[in-house]
């Protein structure tokens, strides 16, 4: 069946990362609304507490520590994080390998005031806050809301479906790895286009410490280029 919604409007549905990549931005700068889905089950060894930055020796990981012993089901909205060490160590992380970034002082005053001026009990507080500055960084203008400012109704595919029409949706924007689940005929049924996102074809920005890598945290990009980051992005 159709459910009449708001015409032209572009949503896209992500779980939170922690100081995503670059290709998560640009996904967020192509839709009208940006819907955190917290209420997925939290995967162990991913993305949502940890990323990387190229250091002179190589890519290194920086990963916030959560309580998962005993909640193997537990939600990424109730995930807890473990300790407050991990905001100075990675703070000075950051420090070290992109002090002599040419745009270091353009990001660094409010990122460490972000990292260390509080303490975050939740994982999704603190991936919603970075997520939310960067975007304002990069002057991405779109609505960010979560999955539980709506009802959750129906399977994995009717979830995405009715987040989507709820928040007045016409087109949903997804990633290319969703394709192993994702039911087109779903979508459809609803009158809801469904358009894959491609992440391919960056360009390369000046990066330090040798050979070019994409697969990097956009703080990266962002030391490095400033409020020139948004050459690197197609949708800002």
Not at 79 to 89: L, P, V
Request: aromatic share 16%; proline share 3%.
């Amino acid at each position: 069946m159709f459910i009449g919604v708001e015409m032209g409007k572009k949503v896209a549905i992500l779980q939170s990362n922690y100081i995503p990549w670059k290709g998560y931005f640009d996904l967020i700068a192509s839709v009208d609304e940006f819907i955190l889905y917290d209420d997925m089950q939290y995967t162990r060894r991913d993305w949502r507490n940890r990323n990387k930055i190229k250091t002179p020796h190589g890519l290194q990981w920086l990963t916030i520590p959560v309580k998962v012993r005993g909640r193997y089901y537990q939600k990424i909205r109730d995930t807890e994080i473990d300790g407050t060490s991990w905001a100075e160590s990675h703070w000075k992380a950051l420090y070290q390998n992109y002090r002599r970034s040419p745009c270091f002082s353009e990001v660094a005053d409010y990122l460490e005031d972000l990292l260390l001026g509080t303490e975050y009990s939740h994982l999704h507080v603190i991936n919603k806050k970075l997520i939310e500055w960067i975007c304002s960084f990069l002057s991405i203008e779109v609505k960010i809301s979560c999955s539980w400012d709506y009802n959750l109704i129906g399977d994995k595919n009717e979830r995405l479906v009715n987040l989507c029409t709820q928040a007045g949706g016409t087109e949903y924007i997804s990633g290319l790895a969703a394709k192993t689940y994702i039911d087109e005929s779903v979508f459809s049924s609803y009158g809801i286009k469904l358009t894959w996102f491609n992440y391919n074809g960056y360009p390369e920005y000046p990066q330090l410490w040798g050979n070019f890598v994409h697969e990097v945290s956009i703080l990266d990009l962002l030391f490095n280029c400033g409020y020139d980051s948004r050459r690197y992005l197609r949708y800002t």
